[in-house]
């Protein structure tokens, strides 16, 4: 399992040019007018993870296979896309099949790359689509939530349920906030939130997209955009699009020159990756054996039989018990015997709650 991510905003804030880059291909039509990109357009990139290259050397594994992560490239949006102007429509609808919302913000000057509304200012551009989000959401529970109150009070326990975790999220929404602070008071409520599928619960990543000569500190206009990820809860990184463009079809060794002359450690998309791991929740488990080696994302918190199912659903249905070694571990023994040897490979059952890095092996008979 990955997740997948659908990258939002304004015309020409340089989203397509970042998806091509990201999933080094040019599957996005890049070009300085709006809606260039008319229908979505995805990308699947590998996500790295420099301790799959670890395990894959002391396990001795013929190849490696990394997880991979989905990119969306979503239409631009503009402003009364909530009722259908420009590709509205289509962007609303495209969002609501995605994780979560990578939202690209233009934090660069460049008189020759023209602005939908004349002007940079990212704070402006991130209220413009959120609020058509907002209007969106609002619309729509606003004729929901009072028909799930009328089946209430006929007796119907789900639909006061509705009613109840529905309501909250259109109070939210009144006052001009996110419904993704509704707050479910048990699971059940928490089902219900999650199949209503509004746009504005979506977890949201800004991507401060800077010139060059920022890409390593950030600038005044990210530093606003830090600032408002940091009071909504949400997650923000600094991208330049530009850089990214260049590394597609470097040499490895050519990369690593490349970013240091910059002075950044490491890409735009793994910073992505991680923030937006941690804005979902995501943790990696490995397996590996003489054929390959192989990273799982999976949901923290979750249990020794759902990280099965990752890897088969009939792991989960038929799991006995996983054999697990921290990562940590794998690689002070050298590897699985060595492991076994030192007492640090354990037997782990149903009730274990898997760790980021676990390397494990899962028992199981359907």
Not at 237 to 265: N, T
Request: aromatic fraction near 6%.
């Amino acid at each position: 399992m990955g997740f997948r991510c659908g990258i939002v905003g304004l015309p020409n804030v340089g989203k397509s040019t970042l998806f091509n880059a990201l999933t080094e291909t040019q599957a996005a039509q890049a070009a300085n007018y709006p809606f260039c990109t008319i229908d979505p357009n995805v990308g699947q990139v590998a996500v790295p993870d420099p301790r799959l290259d670890t395990i894959q050397k002391i396990g001795g594994s013929a190849k490696k296979i990394e997880t991979q992560l989905a990119f969306v490239d979503i239409a631009g949006l503009v402003k009364g896309a909530s009722k259908g102007e420009g590709l509205g429509n289509k962007f609303l609808g495209n969002i609501r099949e995605v994780d979560a919302i990578v939202h690209v913000l233009r934090c660069f000057e460049d008189d020759d790359i023209q602005h939908v509304a004349n002007r940079v200012d990212p704070i402006s551009d991130a209220e413009v689509v959120e609020t058509e989000l907002m209007l969106a959401d609002l619309e729509s529970l606003e004729k929901r939530v009072p028909a799930a109150a009328k089946r209430a009070t006929g007796g119907d326990k789900e639909a006061k349920i509705t009613a109840s975790v529905l309501g909250q999220a259109l109070e939210l929404l009144r006052d001009g906030k996110p419904a993704r602070l509704t707050e479910p008071k048990d699971d059940e409520e928490a089902r219900i939130f999650a199949q209503a599928q509004l746009l504005t619960a979506k977890p949201v990543l800004y991507v401060c997209n800077v010139g060059e000569g920022d890409a390593a500190t950030g600038n005044a206009m990210s530093d606003l955009v830090f600032a408002k990820a940091k009071a909504e809860g949400a997650q923000a990184v600094v991208v330049s699009a530009a850089i990214e463009a260049e590394l597609v079809g470097m040499e490895p060794d050519d990369r690593k020159e490349f970013l240091a002359d910059l002075g950044l450690s490491e890409t735009g998309l793994a910073r992505v990756i991680r923030a937006g791991y941690e804005l979902l929740g995501l943790q990696t488990f490995f397996t590996v054996g003489p054929k390959e080696a192989r990273a799982w994302t999976f949901h923290k918190g979750a249990k020794a039989p759902q990280a099965a199912g990752e890897i088969h659903t009939d792991f989960e249905r038929g799991f006995i018990r996983a054999e697990t070694m921290a990562y940590d571990d794998y690689v002070a023994c050298g590897g699985e015997h060595g492991a076994r040897d030192a007492g640090k490979l354990r037997q782990e059952g149903k009730e274990y709650v898997v760790q980021d890095g676990d390397i494990m092996l899962f028992k199981f008979n359907v």
